[in-house]
């Protein structure tokens, strides 16, 4: 049984595109759960797969110079959230980095979902997915989005002009449509900082 299990999961796991990740329930279909976790751990050893967190496997990319190639944070929650069919967007000092607002990355890493709460364990990092109503997960700008959180974040008390300039240079890229839809979501404070760029880009 677990010999099978094995054979049918190191096929599939071979036609995948290198950094791809896998959850133990991609290989149910023909295997009892038991059975695929013990073929798992010994792809493991074997090196075919790496383990990056329970029930999580990868097969890692490779770079000449970097050696194995890790997938990023941002992609196994991704992952995770497709897997659980939820909505996920980043919060705290997170949003506040991935906007290059900030060069710190947490080690607990946030984001607001409407799917189950639970904490990952990752290579030394904790993914954190914080249970929130749905109004919070319906912007849509890829940048907008973040902006919304992570000037949440910083307080409209705390929030320095040259944090609002950074911003406002980052809202200049996002789709007009995009920035619009989302603009109608957020805090009265944080529109304020919208507002103009919104009017800029209707303009041009």
Known sequence: MIEKAEKQILVKIKKA???TLFF????LAK???SAVRKALERLVKKGEVIRISRGIYVIPASDPLLGQLMPSIEKIAQAIAKRDKARIVPTGVY???QLGLSTQMPMNIVFLTDGAP???DICGRKIMFKKTTPKNLIAIGEISKL????LRSIGSDKVTPKEILQIQNL?????IKHLEHD???APTWIKEIIRPILKELKNE
């Open 171 to 175: 809202l200049r890229k996002e789709k």
């Open 118 to 120: 639970r904490k990952i």
């Open 17 to 19: 595109k290198r950094g």
């Open 183 to 185: 603009f109608n979501l």
């Open 31 to 33: 295997n009892n759960s």
């Open 147 to 150: 902006v919304i959180q992570a």
């Open 24 to 27: 133990i329930e991609n290989f």
């Open 95 to 97: 949003a506040l980095n």
